[in-house]
Nanobody, 113 residues
Framework: QVQLVESGGGLVQAGGSLRLSCAAS????????MGWYRQAPGKQREFLAV???????NYADSVKGRFTISRDSAKNTVWLQMNSLKPDDTAVYYC???????WGQGTQVTVSS
């Protein structure tokens, strides 16, 4: 059974930074791409970033240049470094294998203006 535990969220002022972590178990982490997603109140969950097993990355336009995804397959962990945060970044953030249907609890990020 896949387990994804996101952490690192919190309250930050606009322009600040946060680093989110995602610990994965129940999957062969090293062969799976991993992605970060978010869902703001009243909105659909949206894709933010993905990293391949080999470290290739892709980002949504809304976060490109501000967010950085990274991974350590030895630790079964993926991170999302978020810089220059904006109030519009306020959401619950999730990690997952792209295309998977089971989601973790997520971690709340709140950016104040």
């Amino acid at each position: 059974q896949v387990q994804l535990v996101e952490s690192g969220g919190g309250l930050v002022q606009a322009g600040g930074s946060l680093r989110l972590s995602c610990a994965a178990s129940g999957i062969i982490f090293r062969i799976n791409a991993m992605g970060w997603y978010r869902q703001a109140p009243g909105k659909q969950r949206e894709f933010l970033a993905v990293i391949s097993p080999g470290g290739n990355t892709n980002y949504a336009d809304s976060v490109k240049g501000r967010f950085t995804i990274s991974r350590d397959s030895a630790k079964n962990t993926v991170w999302l470094q978020m810089n220059s945060l904006k109030p519009d970044d306020t959401a619950v953030y999730y990690c997952n294998v792209p295309g998977a249907s089971d989601w973790g609890q997520g971690t709340q990020v709140t950016v104040s203006s």
